[in-house]
């Protein structure tokens, strides 16, 4: 079915694509009548004809352009989130400087000891409120710390309290906001920057499911059994467990809709309200944390939202640092064309390297210098003969600055017939009779060597 609020606009496009009868374009929501999962359609439609004009039917075709519209939506608000960071911050600052000023003022004018206590306390008034505004002021920028795809060990409650102050600022006073602490620290490996958006998705969420009077409350836990849980996205996470909900008692999610509330562009919202993405987007950070969210409601009575977070053990770092594949070594490898060239490139690349090859040394330095490639070390296969340029190509490999690996390959002769500078100046001599697992091997070894 075309969403109920693009249905107009679509109507529009086939009476312009009728009325011109060119091709036209345009994009619209379509949503499925069974499982209510939203799509976002790219269509370009032309009218057919018969010769006397008859309207015989439409040509077309329709593109599922659903991921390039997340990906712009996110481009757009992530454009809009800095532009916004950079206001925020410099007007927070400049209000921070103006409560000082009040702060200080109402300490110049505070009365001598018992002189005037009612003066006394009005001045006291005075230097509370501006504390507390300019530590809520210090929240605020405290949103904008740290960067997005940046891990770090951090403690949830404290997490939690900073950014459960604000919300108490910014929700509706008909709705009541509480905060409950685990008794224990809870330490927990996050991107910090995410953890307090989806924190404040779900509080928003919540208040936003509560058209009148109604509570939210944010509550802290710590499993080391699996409790009994019926909507699940992504993986429980290993014992022990860290667990943020969130729980409101307003209207509550229809239980056909809950199977798909993680879905991208769901949502029950105006559509000038809600975008579809907040728990599409607390599903993809969980995710990424090894963690899962689940949800339980019940129409009419409420909802509770649990994000699920392993227990920081403190080994995160080194688990992560193990998983980074290293980079591909890259080799430019520089002789005669011909099939000795091509075998030893063949060979390098079984081996896991990423091989350039090139016939005329003349190139090499100019190769060495462009950005096409980050090369980590330069093979020079030496035939049966020798010529000046091997010997300056090697003098400017070994002057390069940063250094660079140099082997040298020797074909057709053994190692004593060559010159001598030649064979002290590189990081690497490959005999002609060397096996070939001999070979991958050095290589190897060569490279797990730090540069001098």
């Given at each position: 079915m075309?969403?109920?609020?693009?249905?107009n606009e679509m109507?529009?496009?086939?009476?312009?694509?009728?009325?011109t009868?060119?091709?036209?374009?345009?994009?619209?929501?379509?949503?499925?009548?069974?499982?209510?999962?939203v799509?976002?359609?790219?269509?370009?439609?032309?009218?057919l004809?018969?010769?006397?004009?008859?309207?015989?039917?439409?040509?077309?075709?329709?593109l599922?352009?659903?991921?390039?519209?997340?990906?712009?939506?996110?481009?757009s608000?992530?454009?809009?989130?800095?532009?916004?960071?950079?206001?925020?911050?410099g007007?927070?600052?400049?209000?921070?400087?103006?409560?000082?000023?009040?702060h200080?003022?109402?300490?110049?004018?505070?009365?001598?000891?018992?002189?005037?206590?009612?003066?006394?306390?009005?001045?006291?008034?005075?230097?509370?409120?501006?504390?507390?505004?300019?530590?809520?002021?210090?929240?605020?920028?405290?949103?904008?710390q740290?960067k997005?795809?940046?891990?770090?060990?951090?403690?949830?409650?404290?997490?939690?309290?900073?950014?459960?102050?604000?919300?108490?600022?910014?929700i509706?006073?008909?709705?009541?906001?509480s905060v409950?602490?685990?008794?224990?620290?809870?330490?927990?490996?996050?991107?910090?920057?995410?953890?307090?958006?989806v924190f404040?998705?779900?509080?928003?969420?919540?208040?936003?499911?509560?058209?009148?009077?109604?509570k939210?409350?944010?509550t802290?836990?710590?499993?080391?059994?699996v409790?009994k849980?019926?909507?699940?996205?992504?993986d429980?996470?290993?014992?022990?467990?860290?667990c943020?909900a969130?729980?409101?008692?307003?209207?509550?999610?229809?239980?056909?809709?809950?199977?798909?509330?993680?879905?991208?562009?769901?949502?029950?919202?105006?559509?000038?309200?809600?975008?579809?993405?907040?728990?599409?987007n607390?599903?993809?950070?969980?995710?990424?944390?090894?963690?899962?969210?689940?949800?339980?409601?019940?129409?009419?009575?409420?909802?509770?939202?649990?994000?699920?977070l392993?227990e920081?053990?403190?080994?995160?770092?080194?688990?992560?640092?193990?998983?980074?594949?290293?980079?591909?070594?890259?080799?430019?490898?520089?002789?005669?064309?011909?099939?000795?060239?091509?075998?030893?490139?063949?060979f390098?690349?079984?081996?896991?390297?990423?091989?350039?090859?090139?016939?005329q040394?003349?190139?090499?330095?100019?190769?060495?210098?462009?950005?096409?490639?980050?090369?980590?070390?330069?093979l020079?296969?030496?035939?049966?003969?020798?010529?000046?340029?091997?010997?300056?190509?090697?003098?400017?490999?070994?002057?390069?600055?940063?250094?660079?690996?140099?082997?040298?390959?020797?074909?057709?002769?053994?190692?004593?017939?060559?010159d001598?500078s030649?064979?002290?100046?590189?990081?690497?001599?490959?005999?002609?009779?060397?096996?070939?697992?001999?070979?991958?091997?050095?290589?190897?070894?060569?490279?797990?060597?730090?540069?001098?």
């Amino acid at each position: 079915m075309i969403h109920q609020a693009d249905v107009n606009e679509m109507r529009q496009h086939v009476r312009r694509a009728i009325q011109t009868g060119d091709t036209v374009s345009t994009s619209f929501r379509i949503r499925h009548s069974r499982t209510g999962r939203v799509a976002y359609i790219l269509e370009h439609r032309q009218a057919l004809r018969s010769e006397g004009g008859l309207l015989l039917g439409f040509e077309g075709v329709w593109l599922d352009v659903s991921r390039q519209t997340i990906a712009e939506r996110r481009l757009s608000s992530a454009a809009w989130r800095d532009t916004l960071a950079a206001l925020t911050m410099g007007l927070a600052h400049d209000f921070g400087n103006i409560l000082a000023g009040i702060h200080a003022l109402a300490e110049t004018l505070e009365p001598e000891k018992n002189e005037d206590i009612e003066l006394d306390d009005r001045v006291g008034l005075i230097k509370r409120n501006s504390l507390q505004a300019s530590e809520l002021i210090r929240r605020v920028l405290s949103l904008h710390q740290g960067k997005l795809g940046v891990f770090d060990y951090a403690d949830l409650n404290s997490l939690v309290t900073d950014l459960s102050d604000l919300v108490r600022k910014i929700i509706p006073r008909r709705i009541q906001f509480s905060v409950s602490h685990c008794e224990k620290p809870l330490p927990v490996y996050v991107d910090s920057v995410e953890l307090r958006q989806v924190f404040l998705n779900l509080a928003m969420n919540a208040v936003d499911a509560m058209p009148h009077t109604g509570k939210v409350s944010c509550t802290t836990y710590h499993y080391t059994e699996v409790p009994k849980l019926v909507y699940l996205q992504g993986d429980f996470p290993r014992l022990p467990a860290i667990c943020l909900a969130v729980e409101d008692n307003g209207l509550g999610i229809p239980a056909r809709n809950l199977p798909k509330i993680f879905d991208p562009f769901f949502t029950t919202k105006p559509v000038n309200k809600g975008s579809g993405l907040g728990l599409y987007n607390a599903r993809l950070f969980v995710e990424k944390h090894h963690g899962a969210i689940s949800v339980d409601s019940t129409e009419g009575s409420g909802t509770l939202f649990r994000v699920w977070l392993p227990e920081a053990d403190f080994a995160e770092i080194e688990r992560v640092n193990e998983q980074i594949e290293p980079r591909r070594r890259c080799i430019l490898l520089v002789g005669t064309l011909g099939r000795s060239l091509d075998t030893t490139a063949e060979f390098l690349r079984r081996c896991g390297f990423f091989v350039v090859t090139e016939s005329q040394t003349e190139k090499v330095p100019q190769l060495l210098d462009s950005f096409d490639y980050e090369f980590d070390g330069v093979l020079l296969q030496l035939v049966d003969y020798s010529d000046q340029q091997t010997g300056q190509l090697l003098q400017e490999l070994k002057e390069r600055r940063p250094p660079i690996k140099t082997i040298l390959q020797i074909i057709g002769r053994n190692v004593d017939e060559n010159d001598a500078s030649w064979i002290r100046s590189v990081s690497l001599t490959i005999p002609s009779d060397l096996p070939e697992p001999a070979f991958g091997q050095k290589m190897r070894e060569l490279f797990d060597r730090p540069t001098r």
